[in-house]
Every structure is written in structure tokens, then in C-alpha cells.
């Protein structure tokens, strides 16, 4: 190619403003493409662990939570308050406000009234991000961190449970558990999973984990539960006198 033949090709190739000609431009953005389409799987791969580590570090700090509710009242909390005449009033979640970072909250909530009445509606509309699974698509408002509610296991329905009561090894006993966000309910809400919904627990439901669920511990840790985990090994996770073998867990 000639001097003036190179020189009409320059003339040919318009340049922009920052001194790119448009097609490296398109290269640039062909490169860029490239990158981005080889590391976005990997930071969405990365975003799993790391949100079911915050989910185990939130079941961490109810359970703490607990504990220190146990220190001041010397036994869990019942799973529900209820009025003169029986009727729900307040969640288990709602009790342990002040041991969860929540005291101004907690002030505000009027115990004596339940929990979707009226008078508690600031508090209805407040956020407790605690106790919402990062990776759980819910209501900003809504939880899947739930108690195991029977007449046998840690938390009993209407009344206290004293730790005395529970006999059973308390690193294989368990107080709260996530479950599938078709169970979630609005965290003040005086709703828990039962031991059918427990024993239920399957991959056909919608978890925030793959392969299972986090739950925590009456020693305060916290441990995945899979799919997979036997019946009769479920069943006796919640009871806390049963006196089973765990040689499957």
C-alpha cells in the first residue's frame, strides 16, 4: 500500500472524540462483553455461600437471643401469648426484641393487643431484617425462621418451658428451624410450624438452601438439616425427652 493510499484509508476511519476510532470501540465493548459474561456466574456463585453464611450468622444470634431471654425469665419463651379468653396475641419473636437489638421496637408494641390490631400498626409495618433469610424470596416483612411448636418440644404452645425440662442432649435438640416460603408468615405473627409441617420438610418445597434448611440448636449452634434426614431422626430433634440415639446425625 502506498503513502496516499494509507492516507485515504485514515481519512476513511472516523475517530471519536476521545481519540478511538468506532471500530476499536467495538472491540472494546466485544471484550467487555466477554468478561462479564465469563465472571457473572462466578459472583452469582459466590453470592450462595455467602448469604446462607449470614442466614446461619442471624439463626446464630436468635439463639443467643434466646438464651438471654432464658437468663432474665429462667425458661424459653412460650411459642405464643394469648388474652384472658385463649386468643394469639404475640409471637415468640416479638418476646426476645429486647435480646435481639430491637429494644426501641419492642417499646412500641402493645403487648396487651394483638399483634395485627390497630395499636400495634407502626410496629406491624417495621422491618426486622434478623429474621428474614437473605436468600428467601418473601415479603421484606415476612420470615421463615420458625419454632417447632408441641406439647414435647422446646417451645410449648402457650407456656414457658424451664430448661430443667428438657433432658435430652441439648447439641441434638432443636428450637428453630427455616422453613419453605409457602409456610412464611409476618414475623410478629403468633404462627410456628407444627411437627406435621417439620416432618413434612422435603426438596418439593420452595427453601431459600439447596439440599435443606438451616436450623438452631438448644446449645446455640447452628446446623443444615438436608432433605434427606430420616423421619424417626426428625421426630426426635424436636422432642426434649425422648432420649433417642442420634447415630445418623
Known sequence: ?????????????????????LIELILVIVILGVLVALFLPATRRARGPARRMQCKNQLKQIGLALHNYVDVYHALPPAYTVDANGKPLHSWRTLIL????EKPLYDKIDLTKAWDDPANAEAHKSIVSGYCCPSAVLPKSHTTYMAVVTSNSC?????SRRLSEIT???????????????????????????EALFLAFSPKGKHAHLGGAQATFLDGTVRFLNH??????RRALITIAGKEKLNDF
Open 1 to 21: 500500500m502506498t503513502a496516499n493510499s494509507r492516507s485515504e484509508t485514515a481519512k476513511k476511519t472516523p475517530k471519536l472524540a476521545n481519540g478511538f476510532t
Open 168 to 194: 435430652d442432649n441439648h447439641s441434638e435438640t432443636l428450637m428453630v428451624v427455616e422453613v419453605d416460603s409457602e409456610h412464611a408468615v409476618h414475623w410478629m405473627a403468633p404462627r410456628d410450624a407444627d
Open 98 to 101: 429486647p435480646y435481639f437489638d
Open 155 to 159: 417451645f410449648h404452645p402457650t407456656e
Open 228 to 233: 434427606s434426614l430420616p423421619t424417626e431422626t
